[in-house]
Structures are given as C-alpha cells and as structure tokens.
Nanobody, 118 residues
Framework: QVQLVESGGGLAQPGGSLRLSCVAS????????MGWYRQAPGKEREFVGI??????RYADSVTGRFTISTGNAKNSVYLQMNRLKPEDTAVYYC?????????????WGQGTQVTVSS
C-alpha cells in the first residue's frame, strides 16, 4: 500500500506564494506520474498539473503561475504556486500513479487547505 503525505498549505495574500510538498511511501517499484488536483467549496475536484517522464502540463488557469517539480526527497513532488489569486482557494490533493508490490496503484493524499485572501 502506498501512502501520500502532503504539507505546505496555509493562508496567503493575493499575489503571494506558497509551496506544497507531497511524499509517497510504501512499496513503490516505479512511478508513472505525479500530479496535483484541487477542490473548491461546492465544486468538483479539478486538475491542476501533472508531471511524467520529466514533462509537465498544467491547467490553463494556473499556467505561468504554478510549477510542478520532483526530487530532493525520493518519491516526492512539489507545487510552487506564485501570483496566487482568491480563486486558487481550495483543498489541494496530491496524486501518484505507479507500480508497487501489489501491482499498479493510483494513490491520493489527504489534502491540504490553501486559502488566498487579504
């Protein structure tokens, strides 16, 4: 079983920055993709960005402001969020897809709250 632990959420002012972290642990043989999604109150969960084989792609709403990166810690993914807007307020979820001892997995983090407000 693969577990994801997220950190780094909080309160930021409009125009500010936050950096989210996600670390995957467990029996992991390989990782296919690591990404971020978010869910605002009263809305469905939506795609933010994903990285796979060194290539990242983003939702139009965050392109040019958010950056996904991996590294530093093993099986980790980060989301650098710059020029934050109030509409970025949501619970952010990390998602990791890969292969482990029990076969392919598609795991989600517990979510971390990001609030953008003055």
């Amino acid at each position: 079983q693969v577990q994801l632990v997220e950190s780094g959420g909080g309160l930021a002012q409009p125009g500010g920055s936050l950096r989210l972290s996600c670390v995957a642990s467990g029996s992991i043989f390989s990782i296919y993709a690591m990404g971020w999604y978010r869910q605002a109150p009263g809305k469905e969960r939506e795609f933010v960005g994903i990285t796979s084989d060194g290539i990242a792609r983003y939702a139009d709403s965050v392109t040019g402001r958010f950056t996904i990166s991996t590294g530093n810690a093993k099986n980790s993914v980060y989301l650098q969020m710059n020029r934050l807007k109030p509409e970025d307020t949501a619970v952010y979820y990390c998602n990791v897809q890969g292969a482990g001892s029990s076969g392919d997995f598609d795991s989600w983090g517990q979510g971390t709250q990001v609030t953008v407000s003055s």
